[in-house]
């Protein structure tokens, strides 16, 4: 497809559980960056790559948080031990460049994940 | 934590009415864009307007930036019921190289 695709589009984990979220940005697309959204709230950034390279990763909001990119296109989001307040919609976006100004990001549908 | 801020938080309008939503922030920009969110589904992109830009338009969309004092205003025209949708304004900043959005602006468009 020609857009920013992620699986799964929803995801009930119990707490302690760990989770794998997918990322499959626009092929080409240098940027990657993954978002967590919750109800009512705008995205907060979680990380950012640029190809296979984690430029910043100063939104993951604990160590049971990790991302990664090995070969610059698909990308996945794991959380360890998941946690209740771990619920909301985890955004993957990418844009063909990581510079000004060509950084209109293109957004994927989403994964809800609700912990129970 | 989010840079912007939108107001208003929710706005209610007929169909056929403008609707102006505004966006603040606070560091220094290279651009800022706005997203809309239909319930449940991802962000798509409207328009990017970069700091040396005062106004751009996009169809119905007239986006302004006054960098000085760090806002910018969405104005949507002549609008449809499918504009219903949450509204954010995104900054990127080049020395971050992230976009951080606002809060958002829940608008509904009444038929």
């Excluded at chain 1, 950012?48 to 909001?61: R, T, V």
């Excluded at chain 1, 771990?86 to 994940?113: H, I, K, M, W």
């Excluded at chain 2, 449940?40 to 969309?61: A, D, M, T």
Aim: glycine letters at 8%.
């Amino acid at each position: 497809g020609a857009g920013v695709s992620q699986s799964p589009r929803y995801k009930v984990a119990k707490r302690g559980q760990d989770v794998a979220l997918r990322c499959d940005p626009i092929s080409g697309h240098v940027s990657l960056f993954w978002y967590q959204q919750a109800l009512g709230q705008g995205p907060e950034f979680l990380t950012y790559f640029q190809n296979e390279a984690q430029l910043d990763k100063s939104g993951l909001p604990s160590d049971r948080f990790f991302a990664e990119r090995p070969e610059g296109s698909v990308s996945t989001l794991k959380i360890q031990r998941t946690q209740q307040e771990d619920s909301a919609v985890y955004l993957c976006a990418s844009s063909l460049s990581g510079r000004a100004p060509n950084t209109e990001a293109f957004f994927g549908q989403g994964t809800r994940l609700t912990v129970v | 934590s989010q840079q912007g801020e939108e107001d208003p938080q929710a706005l209610s309008i007929q169909e056929g009415e403008n609707a102006t939503m505004n966006c603040s922030y606070k560091t220094s920009i290279n651009n800022l864009q706005w997203y809309r969110q239909n319930s449940g589904r991802g962000l798509v992109h409207l328009i990017l307007i970069r700091s040396n830009e005062r106004e751009k338009h996009s169809g119905r969309l007239r986006v302004t930036l006054d960098t000085s004092k760090k806002s910018s205003s969405l104005l949507i025209t002549a609008s449809r019921a499918a504009d219903t949708a949450s509204y954010f304004c995104a900054t990127f900043s080049g020395s971050a190289r992230q976009l951080t959005f606002g809060s958002g602006t829940q608008l509904t468009v009444l038929p």
